[in-house]
């Protein structure tokens, strides 16, 4: 098998509907005007990150994908580069769940995006409104926040044989707090 880094990106594209791009578009101007420079592949990570965080239901694995893109007339292709964990990670995920990935991006922009922009402007760095910081905070305040993880992902082919093929594929969250400096250096090499 070939093997995976999060050092390095995969280049891919999404299929995403017009109203979502333009709410990435805003969240990016909104932040801009903060003083922060965020770029559309950085949320598409942080979202996807943030959906493979949260937890589903209990299931068995879908026969067949869902159609998403049916009439193509209020959808657009956008570039993804995300590092290779996490694509590996996502893809795993959309296969069990019979999502595609654009869809599932489709659904991050519109759950999680708002929760994206709380914990940015929630942060310690100071903002050019400061007014503003206060607004931030009490919707963060409000919100069931998760804490920040790291998302490892490894596969393995155990048996490759006539009379079958066996592999095991293994995606772990990792929280990030409790970590020591070093262990989240270690975990830097690893996970995404």
């Not at 905070?137 to 409000?142: H, N, T, V």
């Not at 490892?152 to 006539?162: D, F, G, K, L, P």
């Amino acid at each position: 098998m070939q093997r995976i880094s999060p050092l390095e990106s995969y280049h891919t594209s999404v299929t995403l509907r017009k109203r979502s791009i333009r709410r990435v578009k805003a969240t990016i101007h909104v932040l801009s005007r903060h003083g922060l420079d965020f770029s559309e592949q950085r949320i598409f990570s942080w979202l996807l990150k943030s959906y493979l965080n949260q937890r589903g239901r209990l299931g068995k694995k879908p026969a067949c994908l869902r159609r998403y893109n049916t009439d193509g007339h209020e959808y657009k292709i956008r570039p993804l580069y995300i590092n290779q964990v996490l694509h590996a990670a996502v893809t795993q995920r959309a296969m069990h769940a019979g999502e595609s990935v654009s869809r599932i991006l489709d659904f991050a922009i519109r759950v999680y995006l708002p929760r994206l922009l709380e914990e940015v402007l929630t942060g310690s760095r100071p903002l050019r409104c400061a007014g503003d910081k206060k607004y931030w905070q009490d919707r963060y305040a409000r919100r069931r926040n998760t804490t920040p993880v790291f998302i490892s992902y490894r596969c393995s082919t155990e048996i490759h044989a006539e009379k079958g093929l066996h592999w095991l594929q293994k995606t772990e969250i990792i929280p990030k707090a409790g970590l020591s400096p070093w262990q989240i250096l270690e975990v830097m090499h690893f996970a995404a």
